[in-house]
């Protein structure tokens, strides 16, 4: 559905997208996944055919040329702009016009989308008194006027409050049951762990590609999560064999070759004066793999 090989996208002497090769199949929640900077929006950009790429190809349900397959695909950009004088209704119907849709067509299908995302009580509000979460329904709610096969949407949850994150990817997840393919970008690895397949990008380039599974299969190294008063946590395990230790909200995680870190790891607590800790082994998140990978680990 989409595939592209070896693209790279320079801006003087800047390499914004650097060689990048990735197929995408008809059906999949595709997550790229990557911190500010990190290429995602010039990716997002050369696939619908804005921006062009400096080499590479890039190929398009078929086609090389995005222009020539542009109905088929919705585009909900990072910074959309609707009109905030405007209802939500009218918002949708500028939106279907634009496509070329008929009135009576526009506002049957502009009122389905309005209960899809759950903005029809709200269809007589300027677009500038909506909240947050509540614009960025409406630019998917927009971005969905024309049916797309493919709807890409770059940061859509960026700066909204959790409830509606959680309500816009229940969203996401209903369109991709009724078979459309869905690229979205964010910066939030709970995100990614809701992709069928993901991407992450770091300075241009996809350091990891799989499925939140799989990645987390292939993860090489034992991780602990500690939980201890005390500060210089890290200072305090330094003589330990640790490859890497994390802060997470008010937990570490120690990232080790072997679970017989555990004990040197206790006695190097014990030794600091520190008696009340907990420390179990887990499961890694995506987010620990991709803390690994941004470190340099995937070289
Ligand atoms: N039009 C442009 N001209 C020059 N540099 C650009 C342009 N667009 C992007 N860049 C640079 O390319 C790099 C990648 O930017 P891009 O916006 O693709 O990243 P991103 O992962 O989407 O991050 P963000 O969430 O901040 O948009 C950044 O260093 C950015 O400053």
Same mark, same amino acid.
């Given at each position: 559905?989409?595939?592209?090989?070896?693209?790279?996208?320079?801006?003087?002497?800047?390499?914004?997208?650097?060689?990048?090769?990735?197929?995408?199949? =008809?059906?999949?929640?595709?997550?790229?996944?990557?911190?500010?900077?990190?290429? *995602?929006?010039?990716?997002?950009?050369?696939?619908?055919?804005?921006?062009?790429?400096?080499?590479?190809?890039?190929?398009?349900?078929?086609?090389?040329?995005? &222009?020539?397959?542009?109905?088929?695909?919705?585009?909900?950009?990072?910074?959309?702009?609707?009109?905030?004088? /405007?209802?939500?209704?009218?918002?949708?119907?500028?939106?279907?016009? !634009?496509?070329?849709?008929?009135?009576?067509?526009?506002?049957?299908?502009?009122?389905?989308?309005?209960?899809?995302?759950?903005?029809?009580?709200?269809?007589? $509000?300027? =677009?500038?008194? /909506?909240?947050?979460?509540?614009?960025?329904?409406?630019?998917?709610?927009?971005? !969905?006027?024309?049916?797309?096969? +493919?709807?890409?949407?770059?940061?859509?949850?960026?700066?909204?409050?959790?409830?509606? %994150?959680? &309500?816009?990817?229940?969203?996401?997840? @209903?369109?991709?049951?009724?078979?459309?393919?869905?690229?979205?970008?964010?910066?939030?690895?709970?995100?990614?762990?809701?992709?069928?397949?993901?991407?992450?990008?770091?300075?241009?380039?996809?350091?990891? !590609?799989?499925?939140?599974? $799989? !990645?987390?299969?292939?993860?090489?190294?034992? #991780?602990?999560?500690?939980? =201890?008063?005390? *500060?210089?946590?890290?200072?305090?395990?330094?003589?330990?064999?640790?490859?890497?230790?994390?802060?997470?909200?008010? @937990?570490?995680?120690? +990232?080790?070759?072997?679970?017989?870190? %555990?004990?040197?790891? &206790?006695?190097?607590?014990?030794?600091?004066?520190?008696? %009340?800790?907990? #420390?179990?082994?887990?499961?890694?998140?995506?987010?620990?793999?991709?803390?690994?990978?941004? &470190?340099?680990?995937?070289?």
């Amino acid at each position: 559905m989409i595939s592209l090989t070896n693209v790279t996208k320079q801006f003087g002497t800047l390499t914004a997208v650097d060689n990048l090769s990735l197929g995408v199949k =008809a059906g999949t929640i595709f997550g790229l996944v990557g911190p500010d900077g990190a290429g *995602k929006t010039t990716t997002i950009r050369m696939i619908t055919g804005i921006m062009a790429q400096t080499s590479g190809e890039i190929k398009l349900l078929g086609s090389l040329d995005a &222009e020539k397959v542009k109905e088929q695909i919705g585009y909900v950009p990072q910074k959309f702009s609707l009109y905030g004088d /405007l209802t939500v209704m009218e918002n949708i119907q500028v939106m279907g016009a !634009l496509y070329g849709a008929d009135k009576e067509r526009v506002e049957e299908l502009g009122t389905n989308i309005l209960a899809f995302t759950n903005l029809l009580p709200f269809k007589d $509000r300027l =677009a500038d008194n /909506l909240s947050g979460g509540m614009k960025q329904k409406l630019a998917l709610a927009a971005g !969905l006027m024309h049916r797309p096969k +493919v709807f890409f949407l770059d940061e859509p949850t960026t700066g909204v409050d959790p409830v509606s %994150r959680r &309500e816009f990817w229940q969203m996401l997840y @209903r369109l991709n049951k009724e078979g459309m393919t869905i690229f979205v970008s964010t910066p939030y690895m709970d995100e990614a762990e809701l992709c069928s397949e993901v991407a992450f990008m770091s300075q241009g380039r996809i350091v990891a !590609l799989g499925t939140p599974a $799989r !990645l987390k299969a292939d993860y090489p190294f034992r #991780l602990f999560e500690l939980k =201890a008063e005390g *500060k210089q946590l890290k200072h305090i395990l330094a003589d330990c064999p640790l490859i890497d230790v994390n802060a997470f909200g008010d @937990r570490y995680h120690l +990232v080790a070759e072997s679970p017989e870190v %555990r004990p040197k790891v &206790e006695a190097a607590l014990q030794a600091a004066g520190i008696t %009340r800790f907990s #420390l179990q082994e887990i499961s890694p998140s995506l987010e620990d793999i991709f803390v690994h990978l941004a &470190e340099g680990g995937a070289s």
